[in-house]
């Protein structure tokens, strides 16, 4: 009995080819700057997916902190190279005038045909196993609570001395500081590429350090 | 009875010599380096004495005409299942005899040797040699099964190959001690392979214990029932060991060439020992061989053949080494004849008797060639007998003994009949053929007439005048010509000279008595019926031809003539003697140039297959490193899809294959 | 008509993947290949999220793993980025043709072009 599509299903339709366009932007935009923006956009029809599909906390996250730092980190990290003024090509990048050449058609056809071959046993493959929710109709059951931050932060830390996730969420603490420190590390300069390096960059260098590293 | 008491002196025969060449091996180095050759010398002879005196030792034993044995047992050496071959030394009658031949002689010549190497080099090495040699043959006098035997077989063989090459640093000299080796080495092949058939076809190599079962009145049949085919093989395969060492045609060419080592070791080694040896193993398997006529048959068919070829290349050699050396071969030959008459005794006895006038002859020719300073060839040494007195002496009454010319006095005469009256009693069957012993007979009987040639020319050139060339041309060795005349300087050589110019008559005289038969039969001894009606007009002939030839032959002038009215006649250098009756030549095709094959093939498959395999695999390596290494490419996009390539494989991998 | 189901969810998660595969293999800008890796990143969050919403109502496991994929992502970019700085402070150049004969010294040629 056809039925019209309920609000969720519409708004996930939205959602989903949004990202899907905004991704293909991305990849297909010219200007690095245009690029990072539009891929700021793309993460916000996901998070909307998520909301969709009661993970809250996640599409909140998605927000903060994917769009929120590390887009942010991009984009500085875009500004400081310095791109043209007036949003042109940056200097290096497409040397030969064209963004897009026979390779890049090649590769299309590739990825296309790796897309119709994965996608439709994936497809029924996941229309097997959610089969008998389709015929109930209704979304699977979730207990109470399902994706809030204290559900999530009960599986995390309950029980901290013998749950894995605890650890883990440790750890990948430790990685994140690890990760601090090798950016840094990579940041510095040493005594002889001080030498080497342009004297405006230098100047910029101990302008902002104020002093020698 | 005899006395086994004495059965202890067995061992220590062998082992004094051994020991004595040990302790030269070891410090006669450094002894010749302090002058002390005397030592080097003294220390030979004491070896090779004292085996000779403890061989006198054994005679109280009783040995000699009597059928026991002595027996010592040393101990197990290999034992391996059925296989038993242990230390075991035996002398019987027979034994006893080679025993006192190799003492006596051993030592007589190490004394000759004393005098004879005063003055030449690496004496250490030459006596540690010489001991070593007494020592093996020893220790194949007595052993008592046929591993044992071929220990002292190959220990002859070595020691032959050491002392033929004494000179090593002399033109063709290493090619001759090689040449006696390898030709003995086929022949130790064969007689290995003949140890092996008779373990096979017996179940035993002990000698005694085959000897026992062959006598045993109904054992001797039951011995070869069901195994005649295994027992001939053996006894085929025995020979050619036997050929070898003793050097029958067609593995009789080392001999000759063997003459390239020092003097002594030719009496010793190439006259009255070593090559016996061959002929000891045939009469310790005398039982076997009188079960297989065939074998018999190649005896004396290549025994003719080299009685033969000995006598006419005797006739035109012009080294006084050479022509004894063809004469021992023509000898050896008679040798083998009577062991194919089934005459073992006939066998010994000759054995016993060329002994003593080869010995007698090749010391003598030491002695010329010793005093005229290693000048060999004949013909420069014209009347050199004149100034040498013993040596003169010495080497008539070797020629006279060798030709058989005064019956009594004669060391080979008496053995020599033994042999022709074994030869003429019996047939000769084999390979479908049999020839009566009387043709035989006759042919032996002419072709025997020759010695009385050869030897008495030999002594027309050393006794007569002296050629007119002579001292013309530079001697071998690098002298000057130089006109001092050769002189007797050795009182070692002197007194061997003597002792055995008295004991080769006395040899002749003992060897017409029925006791040497005995000792050699071990017991049913009796006194040689000598035909004299067919004998004499062949010793008449002999004296006749023995005259004529040395009257020829002493004169400078009849002889040139002789030779240039002979060359007329002659095939120019193609003839047999010219190509020693074209054996060189079939070793060439037949051993030399099959090695040279499989030598070519084994190096081309080496070289191309080895290498090549070697070259293949590092171009395999070079190849796949070159197409490998196209994949650094140095670019991170290509490296990134092959990340992702590989992740999606990994997927499917993972997902599809567990689903 | 359901739109939000598994099925299509994953869907969109292998098309956002595929899209940043291609960014990453053909672009030459260096930043825009961590960004097609951030768009690849995306796709898989999304699959997370998904199953867990379609297959497991009890526990938030995928929330969790969606949780370690961000905070990965985030480092990976930090560190990206902090070479990229490198990069341009030394050569002035981020692309991939600049990377590419980052290998060469003064003895070895350089080699074809991107």
Sequence with gaps: MPQLPSVPDILFAVSAVAVIGFSLAVVLARNPVRSTLLLILSFLPVSLIYILMQATFAGILQVMVYAGAIMMLFTFVIMMINPAPGGGELPGDATSGKTFGKGDLLWVVLLCGVGLIVIPPVQYAASRITAPLIASGGSPAHKEGFGTVESIAQLIFRDPANNPLTVSFELISILILVGVIAAVNFGRRTQKAAKAASPQATADETNAAGGNP | MINHSLAALLPALPVIPALSALLLALCGGAWLKKGSYNLVGGTAVAGAGIAFALALALWPAGLPGSSAALVFDLGPWIAAGGFDAGLRLTADSAGYAMVLLVTFFGFLITTYSVGYMRHDREQSRFFASLNLFVASMLVLVLADNLVLIFLGWEGVGVCSYLLIGHYWDEKGVPLAAYRAFFVNRIGDILFLLGVFTVFAAFGTVSLSELSARAASPHGGMMMFMGREPLAVLAAFLLLGGAFAKSAQAPLHVWLADAMAGPTPVSALIHAATMVTAGIYLIMRLDWLYAAVPQARFLIAACGLVTLVVGAFMALTQTDIKKILAYSTLSNLALMFLALAACSAQAAMLHLLGHAFFKALLFLSAGSVIHAAHHEQDARRLGGVLKSLPVTRLAFWVGCIGGAGLIPYLSAGFFTKEAVLESIRLSTFNGFGLGVSGSVVYWVVLAVESLSALYLFRLLGYLNGAASPTAHDHHHDHGHDGHHETPRETSPAIRFVLIALTIASPAFALFSATPALTAWVTAGEGHAEHIHWGHVAPFIALNIVLAAATYFVFASARRREGLLAALSALSWKGRGPLDRKFWFDDLYAVAVVLPLKVVAWVLRLVVENLFIGLLHLSALAGRGITTVASRAQTGRPHHYAAAILLFMAFAAWFLLWRRA | ?114
């Design chain 3, 1 to 114: 008509m359901t739109f939000l189901t598994l099925s299509n969810a994953l869907t969109v998660s292998l098309v956002l993947v595929l899209i940043g595969a291609f960014g990453v293999l053909r672009r030459r800008n260096l930043i825009l290949v961590l960004l097609s890796v951030e768009i690849m990143l995306n796709g898989v969050n999304l699959s997370l999220i998904s199953f867990n919403y379609f297959l497991w109502g009890a526990s938030e496991l995928g929330h969790y793993l969606y949780m370690l994929s961000i905070g990965v992502a985030a480092v990976e970019a930090a560190v990206g980025l902090a070479m990229v700085i490198v990069l341009f402070r030394n050569h002035r150049d981020v692309t991939r043709t600049r990377i590419a004969r980052l290998g060469e010294t003064s003895e070895t040629e350089a080699g074809a072009g991107a």
